[in-house]
């Protein structure tokens, strides 16, 4: 049984995870939680103390300064803290460096997210065979557990994904990812999370995964209307994503797409920026010689991601629609989860789209903990047991329901035998 988390990253879903981590200590063991600002660490262990979160009062809960881009400074701190398990959740820069410690040190591995060159945006798919991927000979030889995209989306969809395939259907046709956040920060203008990894998502192509091949789309160019659950009638946009490039390759579906709302607003000051160039990702030389980066720029003049949540209102829902056959005849669901900003704060002090990333990643490192999905290997969500994780969901704060036509909406859950300490 693995045991002692090291977070690395002391943002919104960094202060989840801490929280949710200590909920849980007498199982996870010591806690300890590095980024390059040990202030905002520090601020991070003052709201977990404030909540009285920690499960054992008297458990471990450190910060650490840390560069997250220095392997062999990961990788001692790992052996100095004794930790077994590395909850990844600082910018997709640090991914590969991050994982690579974890490989040299043989602590568990788990992020929320695919690994990003920060001179490349949107890489030739699948992404994950551009990184990641290349290190699973390696895991597997070495027995790493290193489980990739474990928070919402990627993460949760991906386990939605399994569950329509291998118990709703004897055949898939789509598989369509819809992510609203119909909450409001009261801000001109902010993204949910870094601003800097936010923007790269939506500044270059839209790729998606339809009749079994890659096509590629621009940037608001295709958009849907759905009714949802609780968040009534939502407009969402093509968007290329992270879970598409495992999904496409694990699973055996022909069209999986994945769809983000935004208000016309957002995408009003989006195409402003995106337009005079202050989205590039490439230097520009001032007139007294100084070379500033544009979308570093806008980032550090917009709001702190976790800034937003004391003024956080409303609700998020993001689920998976799935089309195909059942027994001869057409069959459509909806696996969701609805998420509230308010609620999110009040627990753990962070707004719900930190909370809908943070809780699966800690959740992941219970099963780890527990045995369940220590499986000595590199592997994506959907390739994992979904029962356990979605149980565990369920009484962490993330509840997973159905809607299907013509019937009320429905808890899912799975009549296993589990670990009562989780």
Same mark, same amino acid.
């Given at each position: 049984?693995?045991? @002692?988390?090291?977070?690395?990253?002391?943002?919104?879903?960094?202060?989840?995870?801490?929280?949710?981590?200590?909920?849980?200590?007498?199982?996870?063991?010591?806690?300890?939680?590095?980024?390059?600002?040990?202030?905002?660490?520090?601020?991070? &262990?003052?709201?977990?103390?404030?909540?009285?979160?920690?499960?054992?009062?008297?458990?471990?809960?450190?910060?650490?300064?840390?560069?997250?881009?220095?392997?062999?400074?990961?990788?001692?701190? /790992?052996?100095?803290?004794?930790?077994? /398990?590395? /909850?990844?959740?600082?910018?997709?820069?640090?991914?590969?460096?991050?994982?690579?410690?974890?490989?040299?040190?043989?602590?568990?591995?788990?992020?929320?997210?695919?690994?990003?060159?920060?001179?490349?945006?949107?890489?030739?798919?699948?992404?994950?065979?551009?990184?990641?991927?290349?290190?699973?000979? &390696?895991?597997?030889?070495?027995?790493?557990?290193?489980?990739?995209?474990?928070?919402?989306?990627?993460?949760?969809?991906?386990?939605?994904?399994?569950?329509?395939?291998?118990?709703?259907?004897?055949?898939?046709?789509?598989?369509?990812?819809?992510?609203?956040?119909?909450?409001?920060?009261?801000?001109?203008?902010?993204?949910?999370?870094?601003?800097?990894? @936010?923007?790269?998502?939506?500044?270059?192509?839209?790729?998606?995964?339809?009749?079994?091949?890659?096509?590629?789309?621009?940037?608001?160019?295709?958009?849907?209307?759905?009714?949802?659950?609780?968040?009534?009638?939502?407009?969402?946009?093509?968007?290329?994503?992270?879970?598409?490039?495992?999904?496409?390759?694990?699973?055996?579906?022909?069209?999986?797409?994945?769809?983000?709302?935004?208000?016309?607003?957002? &995408? @009003?000051?989006?195409?402003?920026?995106?337009?005079?160039?202050?989205?590039?990702?490439?230097?520009?030389?001032?007139?007294?010689?100084?070379?500033?980066?544009?979308?570093?720029?806008?980032?550090?003049?917009?709001?702190?991601?976790?800034?937003?949540?004391?003024?956080? /209102?409303?609700?998020?829902?993001?689920?998976?629609?799935?089309?195909?056959?059942?027994?001869?005849?057409?069959?459509?669901?909806?696996?969701?989860?609805?998420?509230?900003?308010?609620?999110?704060?009040?627990?753990?002090?962070?707004?719900?789209?930190?909370?809908?990333?943070?809780?699966?990643?800690?959740?992941?490192?219970?099963?780890?903990?527990?045995?369940?999905?220590?499986?000595?290997?590199?592997?994506?969500?959907?390739?994992?047991?979904?029962?356990?994780?979605?149980?565990?969901?369920?009484?962490?704060?993330?509840?997973?329901?159905?809607?299907?036509?013509?019937?009320?909406?429905?808890?899912?859950?799975?009549?296993?035998?589990?670990?009562?300490?989780?």
């Amino acid at each position: 049984m693995k045991k @002692n988390v090291l977070i690395i990253g002391a943002g919104g879903v960094g202060q989840v995870a801490a929280h949710k981590c200590a909920q849980h200590n007498r199982l996870l063991g010591d806690i300890h939680i590095a980024s390059r600002s040990i202030k905002k660490c520090l601020a991070v &262990i003052d709201s977990v103390h404030e909540k009285g979160a920690l499960q054992n009062p008297k458990g471990v809960l450190k910060a650490h300064q840390l560069d997250a881009m220095d392997t062999a400074a990961v990788k001692r701190l /790992i052996e100095q803290t004794g930790s077994q /398990i590395v /909850i990844n959740l600082g910018h997709a820069f640090v991914n590969m460096s991050v994982l690579q410690a974890c490989i040299e040190t043989g602590a568990a591995y788990l992020d929320t997210a695919i690994h990003e060159d920060a001179d490349k945006i949107c890489e030739t798919p699948p992404w994950y065979a551009n990184h990641e991927w290349k290190r699973k000979a &390696i895991c597997a030889e070495k027995g790493i557990t290193a489980i990739l995209g474990c928070g919402f989306d990627p993460g949760v969809v991906n386990a939605y994904a399994a569950l329509a395939v291998n118990e709703y259907f004897d055949s898939v046709d789509s598989i369509d990812i819809i992510d609203i956040n119909a909450g409001s920060h009261g801000k001109y203008f902010a993204t949910n999370f870094n601003p800097e990894i @936010n923007f790269r998502e939506f500044t270059g192509q839209v790729w998606s995964w339809q009749n079994g091949c890659w096509q590629s789309n621009k940037m608001f160019e295709v958009k849907r209307t759905d009714d949802l659950p609780v968040v009534g009638q939502q407009t969402a946009y093509l968007t290329g994503h992270d879970e598409l490039h495992s999904l496409s390759q694990n699973l055996n579906v022909p069209n999986i797409r994945f769809w983000m709302g935004f208000g016309e607003h957002y &995408i @009003n000051v989006f195409n402003v920026l995106r337009n005079i160039g202050l989205l590039s990702e490439k230097p520009v030389t001032l007139d007294n010689g100084q070379q500033v980066v544009p979308l570093q720029l806008v980032k550090a003049v917009l709001p702190d991601p976790a800034s937003l949540a004391p003024g956080y /209102i409303g609700k998020t829902c993001i689920g998976n629609l799935v089309k195909g056959t059942k027994d001869g005849q057409p069959r459509e669901v909806f696996v969701y989860n609805v998420a509230d900003h308010v609620e999110a704060f009040a627990e753990v002090g962070s707004q719900g789209i930190s909370y809908t990333a943070g809780v699966p990643a800690v959740a992941a490192a219970i099963l780890i903990a527990q045995g369940q999905w220590d499986v000595k290997k590199m592997a994506n969500v959907e390739e994992l047991p979904y029962q356990p994780f979605i149980n565990l969901m369920n009484r962490m704060g993330l509840p997973t329901h159905l809607r299907e036509a013509g019937q009320e909406d429905s808890l899912i859950s799975f009549d296993l035998e589990e670990t009562s300490e989780a």
